[in-house]
């Protein structure tokens, strides 16, 4: 596949999961807890069968630094989502996960074109169109968290783009990250809800929203400066609220359309080669 085909499966996979994480928690189908612990576990059982059976060897391996980071990244972002808004969350999400990217690209010697921050301008301002208005004062605690959750993803997919084999490191990670989270979700957990919904919307998520995407990311980012890789991401928010639109049949609005074109046109600028 292509790199623009395989980003677009990785940010696709990336709102799968919000979506997901929506349906399970917002319908208290399942304790937030309970759900981190099930998206991992699937997505480490997924990735381990297809480094099992794929044709080549298994030449690539994780670390606990980047385990930690998704461990962060799930255990942050999972409590966050039950104590502030989807849209706060998603703003303060991204927000925080652009910034350590960006910042760590400048501090490795990328320099962005003026085109290519006038895009990521654009992108911002689509970001705050569609997440804004409306916005109450996000809960302290759950914003804190929501902008650890970014930054450790950042940190994750910093940490990938000197991955050689994607599909054995992601699955090493996961492994790890399950074994850590444990302790985190036993400490954590207050009432279990389980239903089997609950459970399908955390297994589809862990095996193949998570699992099956981090491993897609994983293989473009070495191909992508981190500017780049911030910046495409900011578009994952406003993927979410189309495909709540054709999913959820939620409305769609002009402010949706202003944040679809800023985005878009931000990072189709940030990218032109002329």
Do not use: K
């Amino acid at each position: 596949m292509t790199l623009p085909a395989l980003v677009v499966l990785a940010l696709l996979g990336f709102a799968a999961n919000s979506l997901l994480t929506r349906g399970a928690l917002s319908g208290t189908l399942l304790d937030p807890m309970t759900f981190m612990v099930v998206r991992l576990a699937s997505g480490t059982v997924v990735l381990a069968l297809l480094v099992r059976f794929r044709a080549a060897s298994r030449s690539g391996r994780g670390s606990w630094l980047m385990a930690a980071a998704l461990a962060g990244y799930a255990v942050a972002f999972t409590l966050a989502y039950t104590r502030i808004a989807a849209g706060a969350g998603a703003l303060l999400l991204f927000a925080s996960v652009h910034l350590t990217m960006f910042t760590a690209g400048l501090v490795r010697g990328e320099r962005p074109s003026p085109r290519g921050l006038i895009g990521t301008a654009l992108a911002i301002a689509g970001l705050l169109v569609l997440t804004m208005p409306g916005l109450a004062a996000p809960d302290l605690t759950g914003a804190l968290m929501m902008i650890a959750a970014g930054a450790c993803w950042g940190v994750y997919s910093l940490a990938g783009r000197r991955s050689a084999d994607p599909l054995s490191t992601t699955a090493d990670n996961f492994l790890r990250a399950t074994a850590m989270s444990l302790p985190v979700a036993w400490i954590a957990m207050e009432t279990p809800t389980i239903t089997p919904t609950g459970l399908t919307l955390a297994v589809i998520s862990g095996g193949v929203a998570s699992g099956l995407a981090y491993a897609v990311w994983y293989s473009v980012l070495p191909r992508l400066a981190a500017w780049r890789a911030a910046l495409l991401q900011l578009a994952v928010p406003v993927i979410t609220a189309l495909a709540a639109v054709v999913i959820l049949s939620e409305p769609m609005t002009p402010r949706l359309l202003a944040a679809l074109a800023l985005v878009i046109g931000g990072i189709g600028l940030s990218h032109r080669r002329t």
